[in-house]
Structure formats: structure tokens, C-alpha cells
């Protein structure tokens, strides 16, 4: 069974600590009589974005306790506000996107994984969510791109791996992992039935490769 993967918010996974909050007036621009106003010194918009910062990690802490306690609306709705105040919150984006996956909402939870993609450049965690996403939804080929996207940024996720041969088998392909990381899944692998799936997938692609050689 492929498992999606959470982040936590006890990480610090906020890319960005020190963003400027641009405040509107309600007409969506400042009037001129606004612009002759004294200016806020610059330490209360620092002020400011530590509490917008604060409490949105809290937020996003009790949105974990919800998740835990099997209650995925009401964490759904706590990383919601979470990132309406931090937008730059990417763990409660990648952790929305998985919730909003449970709930058989494709659409939303690969928009909010997506940010999370953005936002955490290095990471593989949310590359393997959306891979799952798209497992979920039926479209394999999608799926096994993203396993594959994770597995650049990361050659060891057996997750990752998991996923690939997953999509690999649907699609029918003999090449969908390549020598090096099925040797690498053999050699992380210790689950006994992957461990098979893995060593028929490496026969099927040698066998595919010494076919390619002969045409």
C-alpha cells in the first residue's frame, strides 16, 4: 500500500520568515489622503508578521491534532486559515492536499500540493502526494511522472520508488523505473512482497532491453 506524507508544523518548512504583507484599503488601493499619513514605523509591520507567523503555526498545530483525532474538516478548515494568514506555509499546503485526497477531492488537493511543489523546491514529500493524487484519480501516466519528478530531487524515497512501480505495472511498461533505481529499491527495500515486485520488474526491463538490441 503507497502512503501519502505529512509534514509537520513543529519543522520549520515557512521558506520565507521575513514577507512584507501589503495592506489595501477597501477600495483596493491607497487614496492620496492615506499616502499623507505618518508612516507605521518598520517594527510594527515586523510585529506584525511574527503574529500573523505565530498564529498561523498554531493553527496549523491544532489542524494536526484534528487530522490525528479523525476529525479531516475541521483540520481542513484550521490550514486553510493557517495559510490565508501565511500564505508561504508550505506544510500546511502539503498536509491540506493530502486531507483534501482522503476526501476524494482531486482537484483541490492537487492545487494546494502543487503550492506546496513551489514552495518546498528540494523537497520530495509533496512530489509522492501528488503522485498519489493522481494514482487515486485513475491516471497512471501523470502519476508515475510525478514519482519520478521526486525521485530527482531525492533517489532514495522508497516511497517514491513504491509509487513508480505501481504506475509502471498499470501503464504496462517495462521501462517505467530505470536500472539504477530498481537496484537502489532492491538494495532500501525490505518489505518481502515489494521485494518481488521489484526483482520481476528488473527481469522484465532486462528481458525489454535485450529485445531493443535485436530490432
Known amino acids: 500500500m503507497i502512503k501519502a506524507t505529512l509534514t509537520s508544523s513543529y519543522m520549520a518548512l515557512v521558506p520565507c520568515l521575513g514577507m512584507t504583507f501589503l495592506m489595501l ?16 514605523p518598520e517594527s510594527a509591520h515586523a510585529i ?4 500573523r507567523l505565530n498564529e ?3 493553527l496549523s498545530r491544532r489542524a494536526e491534532d484534528m487530522s490525528r483525532s479523525n476529525r479531516p474538516d475541521e483540520a481542513i478548515d484550521l490550514y486553510r486559515r493557517a495559510v490565508g494568514l501565511v500564505p508561504e506555509l508550505a506544510m500546511a499546503w502539503n498536509n491540506l492536499g493530502v486531507l483534501y485526497m482522503e476526501k476524494g477531492n482531486f ?3 492537487s ?13 520530495p514529500r509533496p512530489l509522492e502526494n501528488m503522485g498519489l493524487i493522481y494514482h487515486r484519480a485513475g491516471f497512471d501516466s501523470d502519476s508515475l511522472s510525478y514519482y519520478q519528478r521526486a525521485l530527482d530531487r531525492d533517489p532514495t524515497r522508497l516511497d517514491a520508488l513504491r509509487g513508480a512501480m505501481v504506475a509502471t505495472h498499470r501503464l504496462g511498461k517495462a521501462d517505467g523505473l530505470t536500472p539504477e533505481q530498481l537496484r537502489t529499491a532492491l538494495m532500501l527495500e525490505k518489505d518481502p512482497t515489494w521485494r518481488e515486485k521489484f526483482e ?3 527481469v522484465r526491463l532486462f528481458e525489454f532491453s535485450r529485445m531493443q538490441e535485436y530490432e
Open 25 to 40: 484599503s477597501p477600495g483596493g488601493c491607497a487614496s492620496s489622503h492615506s499616502a499623507r499619513k505618518t508612516p507605521v
Open 48 to 51: 506584525d508578521e511574527n503574529r
Open 56 to 58: 498561523a503555526m498554531d
Open 107 to 109: 482537484l483541490d488537493a
Open 111 to 123: 492545487e494546494a500540493c502543487k503550492i506546496a511543489i513551489d514552495l518546498l523546491p528540494r523537497d
Open 200 to 202: 520481476r520488474q528488473r
